[in-house]
């Protein structure tokens, strides 16, 4: 058995910030892409045949795109700061209690 006894704080803020990231990544395919698609395809359809519905479905669709963007860099960020707290609580915790047993083959 070994024993972790402690976390660095910047190597937890990496992987969770990366996780995080990578998790609204594809999440935010179907919570943000796809309706803003849909959104955007129906708000050209009820701006009937005039020229801007293919100006409305553009702006919808870039917009979407640009929040997606956006929302995994926050995500990315945010989901870093916490692991970094987990981490340093972390050390907190193992160093009163002990750290986590793991068995490594």
């Known amino acids: 058995m070994k024993t972790i006894r402690s976390v660095t704080?910047?190597?937890a803020f990496k992987v969770s910030a990366v996780l995080s990231g990578l998790l609204f990544a594809v999440l935010g395919i179907f919570i943000i892409l796809l309706p803003g698609l849909f959104g955007a395809s129906l708000l050209g359809s009820i701006m009937g045949g005039s020229s801007d519905s293919a100006s409305a479905f553009g702006v919808g669709f870039v917009t979407s795109v640009v929040i997606y963007l956006i929302g995994i860099v926050v995500y990315g960020v945010l989901g870093g700061i916490g692991g970094a707290i987990?981490?340093?609580?972390?050390?907190?915790?193992?160093?009163?209690?002990?750290?986590?047993?793991?068995?490594?083959?």
């Open 9 to 11: 704080i910047g190597s």
């Open 86 to 105: 987990d981490a340093l609580l972390y050390n907190l915790v193992a160093g009163i209690v002990g750290g986590l047993e793991i068995d490594i083959d």
